[in-house]
């Protein structure tokens, strides 16, 4: 009766060897899935922060387009300012150039006045003298 038992016990170890190479099977299978799901996450990962890194380094270049465009325009507006003093400057001078004319126009007339008034005053001296 003991080879009965022997057989039994036998055939439960082999039984029990296969569940457990199969367990075992299963479960490199599974640690291999679980690796190669790592080794992609790794990858992924890697490629997220070079994205990252070209993302952070394009930020850095339109701040500097953004400050250069940022100065341009102070420059600008400087020069548009400056382009206003000029022109008031240059209509003031244009006014002035006006009243300028104006009173040479108005002393032109004075001066005529006067040599007319002279020569009314010319004639009547040659008169009394006759």
């Not at 055939?11 to 599974?30: D, H, P, R, V």
């Not at 990858?43 to 250069?68: A, H, M, V, Y």
């Not at 001078?93 to 020569?119: G, M, W, Y």
């Not at 005053?121 to 008169?127: G, M, Q, T, V, W």
């Amino acid at each position: 009766m003991s080879d009965g038992k022997t057989e039994i016990n036998k055939e439960e170890i082999y039984k029990l060897q296969g569940y457990y190479n199969t367990s075992l099977e299963k479960l490199f299978s599974k640690v291999n899935l679980l690796i190669a799901k790592v080794k992609d996450l790794k990858e992924e990962n890697n490629s997220l922060r070079e994205g990252i890194k070209d993302f952070n380094n394009s930020i850095t270049d339109l701040k500097l387009q953004l400050t250069k465009a940022n100065s341009d325009s102070v420059l600008k507006d400087k020069e548009i300012s400056s382009l206003k003093n000029l022109l008031l400057n240059s209509e003031v001078n244009k006014t002035s150039i006006q009243n300028k004319d104006q009173v040479k126009s108005r002393i032109k007339e004075l001066i005529d006045r006067i040599d007319s008034h002279l020569e009314q005053y010319d004639e009547n001296l040659k008169e009394d003298e006759d």
